[in-house]
């Protein structure tokens, strides 16, 4: 089984300091949302957001990942001001409580990215793959974060309306393709790539997708390869339950991600994905 795992320690430069994985690293979601899938309005009060990401980190979350509007299906965005006016607490408030953390902000527009990033936000991970907002991508390559490209073709509220491709792996390369030329180009040096499960696909397309997960890896060798199908419709629906009983799928899905060489899991979970990294390293002898 070993050969066919293919794990790649990466490094990202995070601001002065360049930051080396040596096993896949864990994304710890913090969602500041009353409306969100699974856990919207469980971390709504102050004092939650930093307990919550100390929790995360303690158990072993290399990245706080902290979002503020839902980008569920049929969901509609904030504007950029009035986004930015609820991101830029939750950014300030953890910064102050987990000082050492690193902390991503989970948005597709400039201004809050800009504002995030000054109030002491890491990185950018953006759904839109830069679609939203023109000014997004000379916006990272002047602040000089990292930055998750996200493949997605349409805005949360419309994402679902039969959505189609002809090659779906075509269509994600593609669209990677043209888009790290594109924030190369302007200097952008820390881009990961995030295929967007749930995003503009259908059941089927997302597991489509997912078994091509080896080959996109195969395909962007030198670009860390993130996953995020935390207890995702693409679960719940094929095991007709809801969020909250799709961990044991949404376990099983890390698991054949990590085969396929993810190097980057974004989850609700940290602690249950940090034991399945343990175990498929184990399995693999290839990490400790």
């Known amino acids: 089984m070993s050969e066919n795992y293919s794990f790649s320690p990466f490094t990202i430069r995070f601001g002065g300091r360049l930051v080396?994985?040596?096993?896949?690293?864990?994304?710890?979601?913090?969602?500041?949302?009353?409306?969100?899938?699974?856990?919207?309005?469980?971390?709504l009060d102050p004092s939650?957001?930093?307990?919550?990401?100390?929790?995360?980190?303690?158990?072993?979350?290399d990245i706080i990942d902290i979002g503020v509007v839902s980008t569920r299906p049929g969901a509609q965005l904030l504007s950029p001001e009035?986004?930015?006016?609820?991101?830029?607490?939750?950014?300030?408030?953890?910064?102050?409580?987990?000082?050492?953390?690193?902390?991503?902000?989970?948005?597709?527009?400039?201004?809050?990215?800009?504002?995030?990033?000054?109030?002491?936000?890491d990185m950018i991970n953006d759904i839109s793959g830069g679609a939203f907002d023109e000014s997004m991508f000379p916006t990272v390559a002047a602040l000089q974060v990292p930055y998750v490209l996200m493949h997605n073709l349409a805005t949360p509220?419309?994402?679902?309306?039969?959505?189609?491709?002809?090659?779906?792996?075509?269509?994600?390369?593609s669209f990677f393709s043209e888009r790290l030329d594109r924030l190369h180009r302007l200097g952008v040096a820390d881009v990961v790539i995030d295929p967007g499960f749930g995003f503009s696909k259908t059941l089927d397309h997302n597991y489509q997708l997912f078994a091509e997960l080896g080959n996109l890896r195969r395909l962007f060798p030198t670009t860390p390869l993130l996953v995020a199908i935390s207890r995702k419709s693409m679960i719940y629906k094929l095991l007709d339950t809801n969020p909250d009983g799709a961990l044991t799928g949404t376990t099983a899905l890390h698991a054949a991600a990590l085969l396929a060489g993810a190097q980057m899991l974004r989850v609700h979970d940290v602690k249950e994905a940090r034991q399945t990294i343990a175990v498929i390293g184990r399995l693999t002898n290839e990490l400790v």
């Not at 987990?98 to 902000?105: D, F, Y």
């Not at 201004?111 to 000054?118: D, F, Q, T």
């Open 20 to 43: 080396r994985f040596d096993r896949p690293a864990v994304m710890g979601i913090l969602n500041v949302t009353p409306d969100s899938f699974y856990d919207g309005g469980r971390h």
């Open 82 to 121: 009035t986004e930015a006016e609820r991101l830029v607490p939750v950014v300030e408030a953890v910064r102050s409580g987990c000082p050492s953390a690193l902390i991503s902000v989970d948005t597709c527009y400039a201004l809050p990215a800009s504002k995030a990033v000054a109030a002491g936000a």
């Open 157 to 173: 509220d419309h994402m679902q309306d039969n959505p189609h491709y002809d090659d779906i792996l075509q269509s994600v390369v």
């Open 48 to 61: 939650q957001w930093v307990s919550h990401a100390r929790r995360m980190l303690d158990e072993g979350a």
